[in-house]
Protein backbone atom coordinates (compact mmCIF):
# COMPACT_ATOMS: atom_id res chain seq x y z
CA UNK A 1 0.00 0.00 0.00
CA UNK A 2 1.10 3.28 -0.93
CA UNK A 3 2.35 5.48 2.52
CA UNK A 4 1.74 9.39 2.12
CA UNK A 5 1.87 12.14 4.15
CA UNK A 6 -1.16 14.74 4.81
CA UNK A 7 0.92 17.47 2.91
CA UNK A 8 0.18 15.47 -0.66
CA UNK A 9 -3.26 13.96 0.03
CA UNK A 10 -4.83 15.69 -2.67
CA UNK A 11 -2.88 13.56 -4.79
CA UNK A 12 -4.64 10.66 -3.77
CA UNK A 13 -7.95 11.26 -3.97
CA UNK A 14 -10.26 7.60 -4.96
CA UNK A 15 -6.99 5.68 -3.78
CA UNK A 16 -6.37 3.73 -1.22
CA UNK A 17 -3.14 4.78 1.19
CA UNK A 18 -1.56 4.33 4.28
CA UNK A 19 -0.57 6.89 6.68
CA UNK A 20 1.32 6.99 9.88
CA UNK A 21 1.12 9.66 12.81
CA UNK A 22 -0.82 10.27 15.97
CA UNK A 23 -4.26 10.95 17.07
CA UNK A 24 -5.43 14.72 17.49
CA UNK A 25 -8.60 14.09 18.24
CA UNK A 26 -11.48 12.23 18.74
CA UNK A 27 -15.15 12.68 17.75
CA UNK A 28 -18.14 10.79 17.62
CA UNK A 29 -21.58 11.12 16.60
CA UNK A 30 -22.83 7.34 17.49
CA UNK A 31 -22.52 4.92 13.92
CA UNK A 32 -19.59 7.30 12.78
CA UNK A 33 -16.48 8.73 14.32
CA UNK A 34 -14.02 10.67 13.57
CA UNK A 35 -10.21 10.75 14.02
CA UNK A 36 -8.46 14.03 13.68
CA UNK A 37 -5.04 12.67 12.75
CA UNK A 38 -1.49 14.67 12.75
CA UNK A 39 1.52 13.48 10.97
CA UNK A 40 3.85 16.85 11.23
CA UNK A 41 2.88 17.52 7.51
CA UNK A 42 -0.69 18.86 8.58
CA UNK A 43 -3.92 17.60 10.41
CA UNK A 44 -6.53 15.14 8.59
CA UNK A 45 -9.85 14.08 9.37
CA UNK A 46 -10.66 10.21 9.07
CA UNK A 47 -14.07 8.65 9.06
CA UNK A 48 -14.79 5.77 10.61
CA UNK A 49 -18.44 4.48 9.73
CA UNK A 50 -19.27 1.33 11.80
CA UNK A 51 -20.79 -0.70 8.46
CA UNK A 52 -17.36 -0.26 6.76
CA UNK A 53 -14.92 -1.60 9.25
CA UNK A 54 -14.60 -4.41 11.39
CA UNK A 55 -15.72 -4.55 14.98
CA UNK A 56 -12.01 -4.37 16.36
CA UNK A 57 -11.55 -0.75 14.51
CA UNK A 58 -14.43 0.53 15.20
CA UNK A 59 -14.04 -0.10 19.13
CA UNK A 60 -10.35 1.67 18.90
CA UNK A 61 -12.78 4.62 19.69
CA UNK A 62 -12.80 4.30 23.11
CA UNK A 63 -8.98 2.60 22.94
CA UNK A 64 -7.39 5.68 20.86
CA UNK A 65 -6.17 8.30 23.14
CA UNK A 66 -5.05 12.25 22.64
CA UNK A 67 -1.48 11.82 21.13
CA UNK A 68 -1.47 7.67 20.73
CA UNK A 69 0.69 6.66 17.54
CA UNK A 70 -1.03 4.81 14.97
CA UNK A 71 -1.40 3.88 11.04
CA UNK A 72 -4.20 4.29 9.51
CA UNK A 73 -5.29 3.27 6.20
CA UNK A 74 -8.27 4.10 3.52
CA UNK A 75 -9.97 5.77 0.64
CA UNK A 76 -9.13 9.64 0.16
CA UNK A 77 -11.83 11.65 -0.55
CA UNK A 78 -12.26 15.54 -1.38
CA UNK A 79 -14.22 17.01 1.43
CA UNK A 80 -14.50 20.75 1.16
CA UNK A 81 -15.93 20.83 5.27
CA UNK A 82 -13.26 18.95 6.22
CA UNK A 83 -9.66 20.81 7.41
CA UNK A 84 -7.55 21.12 4.22
CA UNK A 85 -10.28 19.79 2.06
CA UNK A 86 -10.34 16.17 2.29
CA UNK A 87 -10.75 12.80 4.23
CA UNK A 88 -10.25 9.56 4.76
CA UNK A 89 -12.36 6.81 4.63
CA UNK A 90 -11.09 4.60 7.38
CA UNK A 91 -10.49 0.96 6.53
CA UNK A 92 -8.01 -0.47 9.41
CA UNK A 93 -5.94 1.36 11.82
CA UNK A 94 -2.99 0.20 13.78
CA UNK A 95 -1.40 1.05 16.85
CA UNK A 96 2.18 1.63 17.60
CA UNK A 97 1.62 3.02 21.00
CA UNK A 98 -1.39 4.15 23.32
CA UNK A 99 -0.31 7.46 24.75
CA UNK A 100 -1.52 7.88 28.71
CA UNK A 101 -2.38 11.22 30.20
CA UNK A 102 -0.93 13.39 27.55
CA UNK A 103 -0.53 16.47 29.71
CA UNK A 104 -1.47 18.60 27.06
CA UNK A 105 -5.21 18.66 26.71
CA UNK A 106 -7.03 21.14 24.99
CA UNK A 107 -7.53 23.58 27.84
CA UNK A 108 -5.41 26.53 28.57
CA UNK A 109 -2.50 25.66 30.15
CA UNK A 110 -0.10 28.43 31.74
CA UNK A 111 2.68 29.43 29.89
CA UNK A 112 5.39 28.50 32.40
CA UNK A 113 3.56 24.79 31.94
CA UNK A 114 3.65 24.68 28.21
CA UNK A 115 7.42 25.67 28.55
CA UNK A 116 8.02 22.84 30.68
CA UNK A 117 6.60 20.33 28.34
CA UNK A 118 8.04 22.08 25.08
CA UNK A 119 8.76 18.73 23.90
CA UNK A 120 5.80 18.06 24.03
CA UNK A 121 3.84 21.82 22.82
CA UNK A 122 5.71 21.90 19.73
CA UNK A 123 3.15 19.20 19.20
CA UNK A 124 0.05 21.91 19.23
CA UNK A 125 -1.02 23.55 16.24
CA UNK A 126 0.40 26.74 16.77
CA UNK A 127 3.56 26.21 18.24
CA UNK A 128 3.71 23.75 15.06
CA UNK A 129 2.75 26.81 12.89
CA UNK A 130 5.29 28.91 14.25
CA UNK A 131 8.22 26.75 13.67
CA UNK A 132 7.47 26.10 10.23
CA UNK A 133 7.43 29.67 9.49
CA UNK A 134 11.11 29.80 11.24
CA UNK A 135 12.16 27.27 8.74
CA UNK A 136 10.92 29.29 5.83
CA UNK A 137 12.27 32.27 7.24
CA UNK A 138 16.18 30.68 7.48
CA UNK A 139 15.79 28.98 4.05
CA UNK A 140 14.77 32.59 2.42
CA UNK A 141 17.75 33.60 4.10
CA UNK A 142 19.77 31.27 2.54
CA UNK A 143 18.13 31.34 -0.69
CA UNK A 144 18.28 35.23 -0.72
CA UNK A 145 22.18 34.81 -0.21
CA UNK A 146 22.72 32.02 -2.25
CA UNK A 147 21.32 33.71 -5.22
CA UNK A 148 22.89 37.04 -4.86
CA UNK A 149 26.65 35.38 -5.04
CA UNK A 150 27.40 35.17 -1.11
CA UNK A 151 29.53 32.75 -0.26
CA UNK A 152 28.36 30.69 3.15
CA UNK A 153 31.89 31.34 5.73
CA UNK A 154 31.11 29.40 8.56
CA UNK A 155 32.21 30.99 11.74
CA UNK A 156 33.46 29.62 14.99
CA UNK A 157 31.22 28.86 18.56
CA UNK A 158 34.44 29.00 20.90
CA UNK A 159 36.16 32.62 20.37
CA UNK A 160 39.21 33.79 22.07
CA UNK A 161 37.53 37.74 21.67
CA UNK A 162 34.79 39.74 22.43
CA UNK A 163 32.86 41.23 19.12
CA UNK A 164 29.75 42.98 21.45
CA UNK A 165 31.16 44.46 24.58
CA UNK A 166 32.18 42.25 27.33
CA UNK A 167 29.41 42.37 29.71
CA UNK A 168 27.25 39.60 28.14
CA UNK A 169 29.92 37.33 27.31
CA UNK A 170 29.87 33.06 28.24
CA UNK A 171 32.69 31.93 29.62
CA UNK A 172 33.36 28.52 29.70
CA UNK A 173 36.50 26.70 30.52
CA UNK A 174 38.57 25.38 27.35
CA UNK A 175 41.09 23.13 28.47
CA UNK A 176 44.17 25.16 30.61
CA UNK A 177 42.21 28.34 29.47
CA UNK A 178 38.90 30.04 29.02
CA UNK A 179 37.15 30.82 26.31
CA UNK A 180 33.87 32.62 24.87
CA UNK A 181 31.01 31.41 23.12
CA UNK A 182 30.70 33.49 20.00
CA UNK A 183 28.31 36.57 20.21
CA UNK A 184 27.86 37.38 16.89
CA UNK A 185 30.25 35.85 13.63
CA UNK A 186 31.36 39.02 12.41
CA UNK A 187 34.70 39.41 13.18
CA UNK A 188 35.64 36.24 11.45
CA UNK A 189 33.25 36.86 8.29
CA UNK A 190 34.90 40.09 7.82
CA UNK A 191 38.19 37.74 7.20
CA UNK A 192 35.80 35.65 4.71
CA UNK A 193 34.50 38.86 2.67
CA UNK A 194 38.44 39.60 2.19
CA UNK A 195 38.99 36.19 1.09
CA UNK A 196 35.55 35.76 -1.05
CA UNK A 197 34.22 39.09 -1.62
CA UNK A 198 30.52 38.60 -0.24
CA UNK A 199 30.26 35.92 2.67
CA UNK A 200 27.67 35.14 4.84
CA UNK A 201 27.64 33.12 8.23
CA UNK A 202 24.76 31.58 9.80
CA UNK A 203 24.60 30.09 13.47
CA UNK A 204 23.76 29.78 16.85
CA UNK A 205 25.06 33.11 19.09
CA UNK A 206 25.32 33.58 22.78
CA UNK A 207 24.76 35.93 25.08
CA UNK A 208 24.43 36.25 28.77
CA UNK A 209 21.73 38.62 28.84
CA UNK A 210 20.88 39.17 32.92
CA UNK A 211 17.80 40.96 31.35
CA UNK A 212 14.45 39.13 31.49
CA UNK A 213 12.36 40.42 28.36
CA UNK A 214 10.07 39.40 25.91
CA UNK A 215 12.79 40.07 23.18
CA UNK A 216 15.99 38.50 24.35
CA UNK A 217 16.99 34.91 24.60
CA UNK A 218 20.51 33.65 25.86
CA UNK A 219 21.26 31.46 22.53
CA UNK A 220 19.25 32.77 19.31
CA UNK A 221 20.56 32.22 15.92
CA UNK A 222 21.88 35.11 13.46
CA UNK A 223 22.47 34.90 9.88
CA UNK A 224 25.44 38.06 9.01
CA UNK A 225 26.35 38.64 6.03
CA UNK A 226 29.70 40.59 5.28
CA UNK A 227 30.74 42.64 2.48
CA UNK A 228 34.04 44.19 0.76
CA UNK A 229 33.89 47.04 -0.98
CA UNK A 230 30.24 48.38 0.22
CA UNK A 231 29.55 51.11 2.60
CA UNK A 232 26.86 52.08 4.79
CA UNK A 233 24.46 53.32 2.23
CA UNK A 234 25.05 50.52 0.08
CA UNK A 235 24.67 47.83 3.45
CA UNK A 236 20.96 49.09 4.01
CA UNK A 237 20.14 48.31 0.47
CA UNK A 238 21.06 44.56 1.33
CA UNK A 239 19.65 44.75 4.37
CA UNK A 240 16.31 46.19 2.86
CA UNK A 241 16.41 43.72 0.35
CA UNK A 242 16.81 40.64 2.08
CA UNK A 243 13.78 41.54 4.57
CA UNK A 244 11.57 42.42 1.90
CA UNK A 245 12.86 38.81 0.31
CA UNK A 246 11.98 37.03 3.49
CA UNK A 247 8.25 38.37 4.27
CA UNK A 248 7.65 37.94 0.79
CA UNK A 249 9.03 34.32 0.63
CA UNK A 250 7.00 33.96 3.76
CA UNK A 251 3.51 35.41 2.62
CA UNK A 252 3.90 33.09 -0.58
CA UNK A 253 4.93 29.96 1.03
CA UNK A 254 3.23 30.12 4.36
CA UNK A 255 -0.32 30.80 3.86
CA UNK A 256 -1.63 27.92 6.14
CA UNK A 257 0.44 29.06 8.94
CA UNK A 258 -0.15 32.57 9.05
CA UNK A 259 -3.74 31.53 8.83
CA UNK A 260 -3.25 29.51 11.74
CA UNK A 261 -1.65 31.99 13.78
CA UNK A 262 -4.39 34.75 12.89
CA UNK A 263 -2.18 37.18 11.39
CA UNK A 264 -3.17 39.71 10.04
CA UNK A 265 -1.34 39.60 6.54
CA UNK A 266 -2.10 43.14 5.21
CA UNK A 267 0.55 44.28 7.30
CA UNK A 268 3.22 41.98 5.97
CA UNK A 269 2.14 42.86 2.47
CA UNK A 270 2.86 46.56 2.99
CA UNK A 271 6.78 45.70 3.30
CA UNK A 272 8.03 46.81 0.08
CA UNK A 273 11.73 48.11 -0.29
CA UNK A 274 12.98 50.32 -0.09
CA UNK A 275 11.87 51.07 3.64
CA UNK A 276 12.61 54.34 5.64
CA UNK A 277 16.16 55.41 6.59
CA UNK A 278 16.33 57.73 9.35
CA UNK A 279 19.17 59.31 11.36
CA UNK A 280 19.47 58.32 14.80
CA UNK A 281 18.71 61.89 15.83
CA UNK A 282 15.61 62.10 13.48
CA UNK A 283 14.66 58.86 15.30
CA UNK A 284 14.93 60.96 18.87
CA UNK A 285 13.40 64.04 17.52
CA UNK A 286 10.22 61.11 17.16
CA UNK A 287 10.30 60.31 20.70
CA UNK A 288 10.71 64.00 21.81
CA UNK A 289 7.53 64.43 19.66
CA UNK A 290 5.58 61.69 21.79
CA UNK A 291 6.71 63.38 25.13
CA UNK A 292 9.05 60.68 25.74
CA UNK A 293 11.50 62.34 28.18
CA UNK A 294 14.56 61.05 26.06
CA UNK A 295 17.83 61.72 26.73
CA UNK A 296 20.48 62.18 23.41
CA UNK A 297 22.84 60.34 23.62
CA UNK A 298 21.12 56.72 25.39
CA UNK A 299 20.52 53.92 23.35
CA UNK A 300 16.49 53.06 22.73
CA UNK A 301 14.70 50.88 25.01
CA UNK A 302 11.85 48.27 23.76
CA UNK A 303 9.56 50.91 24.15
CA UNK A 304 11.00 53.33 21.89
CA UNK A 305 12.15 51.28 19.27
CA UNK A 306 7.76 50.84 19.63
CA UNK A 307 7.11 54.18 19.14
CA UNK A 308 9.76 55.02 16.78
CA UNK A 309 8.40 51.62 14.45
CA UNK A 310 5.13 52.64 14.72
CA UNK A 311 5.18 56.09 12.75
CA UNK A 312 6.24 53.53 9.55
CA UNK A 313 4.65 50.54 8.04
CA UNK A 314 7.66 49.25 6.72
CA UNK A 315 10.79 48.26 8.80
CA UNK A 316 12.59 51.74 9.52
CA UNK A 317 16.55 51.87 9.69
CA UNK A 318 18.03 53.99 11.95
CA UNK A 319 21.90 55.56 10.83
CA UNK A 320 24.69 57.26 12.01
CA UNK A 321 24.43 56.59 16.30
CA UNK A 322 26.30 58.04 18.97
CA UNK A 323 29.92 56.43 18.37
CA UNK A 324 29.84 56.05 22.56
CA UNK A 325 27.11 53.13 22.52
CA UNK A 326 27.94 51.44 19.63
CA UNK A 327 30.65 49.05 19.04
CA UNK A 328 34.47 49.43 18.85
CA UNK A 329 34.22 47.87 14.95
CA UNK A 330 32.46 51.02 13.52
CA UNK A 331 33.43 53.26 11.16
CA UNK A 332 33.10 57.13 12.30
CA UNK A 333 31.10 59.65 9.99
CA UNK A 334 33.50 61.41 7.91
CA UNK A 335 31.58 64.59 8.74
CA UNK A 336 31.01 63.75 12.44
CA UNK A 337 33.49 61.96 14.20
CA UNK A 338 31.32 61.53 16.91
CA UNK A 339 28.92 59.72 14.75
CA UNK A 340 28.78 55.62 14.18
CA UNK A 341 28.38 54.24 10.94
CA UNK A 342 25.96 51.82 12.09
CA UNK A 343 22.34 51.12 11.41
CA UNK A 344 19.41 49.07 13.10
CA UNK A 345 16.32 48.00 11.37
CA UNK A 346 13.14 48.27 13.49
CA UNK A 347 10.36 46.01 12.45
CA UNK A 348 7.08 47.59 12.47
CA UNK A 349 4.49 46.94 14.75
CA UNK A 350 6.91 47.40 17.87
CA UNK A 351 8.74 44.00 17.39
CA UNK A 352 11.59 45.77 17.80
CA UNK A 353 15.44 46.04 16.36
CA UNK A 354 15.45 42.96 13.68
CA UNK A 355 19.08 44.04 12.67
CA UNK A 356 22.32 45.19 13.88
CA UNK A 357 24.89 46.48 11.50
CA UNK A 358 26.93 48.71 9.75
CA UNK A 359 30.38 50.11 7.91
CA UNK A 360 33.78 48.85 9.72
CA UNK A 361 36.59 50.47 10.40
CA UNK A 362 39.17 50.21 8.19
CA UNK A 363 42.20 51.78 9.15
CA UNK A 364 44.67 50.12 11.17
CA UNK A 365 45.75 52.57 13.41
CA UNK A 366 42.38 54.24 14.17
CA UNK A 367 41.36 50.69 14.82
CA UNK A 368 44.24 49.73 17.35
CA UNK A 369 43.03 52.91 19.07
CA UNK A 370 39.31 52.19 19.30
CA UNK A 371 40.28 48.74 21.04
CA UNK A 372 42.16 49.81 23.33
CA UNK A 373 39.73 53.02 24.07
CA UNK A 374 37.20 50.13 24.83
CA UNK A 375 39.46 48.12 27.39
CA UNK A 376 40.29 44.80 24.79
CA UNK A 377 43.46 43.05 24.83
CA UNK A 378 45.32 43.38 21.92
CA UNK A 379 46.42 40.41 21.46
CA UNK A 380 43.20 38.33 21.02
CA UNK A 381 43.20 40.61 18.01
CA UNK A 382 46.14 40.15 16.40
CA UNK A 383 44.41 38.03 13.35
CA UNK A 384 41.39 40.35 12.80
CA UNK A 385 44.13 43.63 12.66
CA UNK A 386 46.08 41.70 9.71
CA UNK A 387 42.89 42.04 7.64
CA UNK A 388 43.43 45.96 8.11
CA UNK A 389 47.21 45.14 7.39
CA UNK A 390 46.97 43.63 4.11
CA UNK A 391 44.58 44.85 1.61
CA UNK A 392 42.08 46.70 4.20
CA UNK A 393 39.12 47.89 2.31
CA UNK A 394 36.06 49.37 3.21
CA UNK A 395 33.59 47.18 3.91
CA UNK A 396 29.93 46.28 6.07
CA UNK A 397 27.90 44.06 7.22
CA UNK A 398 25.03 43.32 9.45
CA UNK A 399 22.97 40.84 11.48
CA UNK A 400 19.41 39.67 11.34
CA UNK A 401 18.06 37.76 14.66
CA UNK A 402 16.02 34.91 13.24
CA UNK A 403 14.01 34.89 16.53
CA UNK A 404 12.90 38.12 16.21
CA UNK A 405 11.97 38.47 12.76
CA UNK A 406 9.95 34.86 13.05
CA UNK A 407 8.46 36.57 16.34
CA UNK A 408 7.61 39.74 13.96
CA UNK A 409 6.18 37.57 11.12
CA UNK A 410 4.71 35.10 12.72
CA UNK A 411 2.68 37.98 15.00
CA UNK A 412 4.19 36.45 18.30
CA UNK A 413 4.55 38.64 20.88
CA UNK A 414 7.59 36.73 23.00
CA UNK A 415 10.37 35.47 21.24
CA UNK A 416 10.14 32.11 23.24
CA UNK A 417 7.60 30.71 21.24
CA UNK A 418 10.49 31.21 17.65
CA UNK A 419 12.87 28.67 18.67
CA UNK A 420 12.25 24.83 19.16
CA UNK A 421 13.92 24.91 23.04
CA UNK A 422 14.85 28.57 24.19
CA UNK A 423 17.12 29.24 26.70
CA UNK A 424 16.86 32.32 28.95
CA UNK A 425 18.36 33.55 31.97
CA UNK A 426 15.57 30.81 33.78
CA UNK A 427 15.47 28.52 31.29
CA UNK A 428 17.77 25.46 30.14
CA UNK A 429 15.08 22.77 30.32
CA UNK A 430 14.04 21.14 28.69
O1 LIG B 1 22.85 44.31 17.06
P1 LIG B 1 23.67 43.08 17.31
O2 LIG B 1 24.26 42.94 18.64
O3 LIG B 1 24.76 43.10 16.17
C1 LIG B 1 25.81 42.24 16.06
O4 LIG B 1 26.00 41.27 16.72
C2 LIG B 1 26.70 42.53 14.88
N1 LIG B 1 28.05 42.01 15.17
C3 LIG B 1 26.12 41.87 13.65
C4 LIG B 1 26.90 42.15 12.40
O5 LIG B 1 27.08 43.31 12.06
N2 LIG B 1 27.39 41.14 11.74
O6 LIG B 1 22.78 41.80 17.02
C5 LIG B 1 22.18 41.61 15.75
C6 LIG B 1 20.76 41.13 15.89
C7 LIG B 1 19.82 42.09 16.61
O7 LIG B 1 19.34 43.09 15.76
C8 LIG B 1 18.73 41.16 17.08
O8 LIG B 1 17.83 40.88 16.02
C9 LIG B 1 19.49 39.90 17.39
O9 LIG B 1 20.70 39.94 16.68
N3 LIG B 1 19.77 39.77 18.82
C10 LIG B 1 19.10 38.98 19.66
N4 LIG B 1 18.07 38.12 19.46
C11 LIG B 1 17.61 37.43 20.51
N5 LIG B 1 18.13 37.50 21.76
C12 LIG B 1 19.17 38.33 22.02
N6 LIG B 1 19.70 38.38 23.24
C13 LIG B 1 19.70 39.11 20.94
N7 LIG B 1 20.71 40.01 20.82
C14 LIG B 1 20.73 40.39 19.53
MG1 LIG C 1 21.99 45.83 18.14
Known amino acids: MKEVTIAEIGNYVGQEVALNGWVYNIRSIGKIWFLIFRDGTGLLQCVVVKS ?21 TGTVRAE ?12 SIAIFQIAKDYPISPKEHGTAF ?20 RHQVIKACRDFFDQ ?22 FAVDYFDRS ?47 E ?15 LVAYIVQWCLDHCGT ?73 MKRDAENDDLALGVDMLAPEGYGEIIGGGQREDDYDILVKRIEEAGLPLKPFQWYLDLRRYGSVPHAGFGLGIERTVAWISGIRHIRETIPFPRTIYRLEP
Not at 80 to 90: D, S
Not at 114 to 133: F, G
Not at 198 to 215: D, L
Open 257 to 329: ELKTLERDISKLEKVKAPFPRITYAEAVEILTKNGVDFEFGNDFGGNDETIISEQFDCPVMVHRWPAEIKAFY
Open 179 to 225: AYLTQSGQLYGEAGAMAFGKIYCFGPTFRAEKSKTRRHLTEFWMVEP
Open 148 to 169: NGFTLVDTPIFTANAVEGTTNL
Open 114 to 133: LMDHRHLWIRSKKQHAILRI
Open 52 to 72: EVDSDTFEMETKLTQESSVRV
Open 80 to 91: PRAVGGFELGIK
Open 227 to 241: IAFCDLDKDMDWAEK
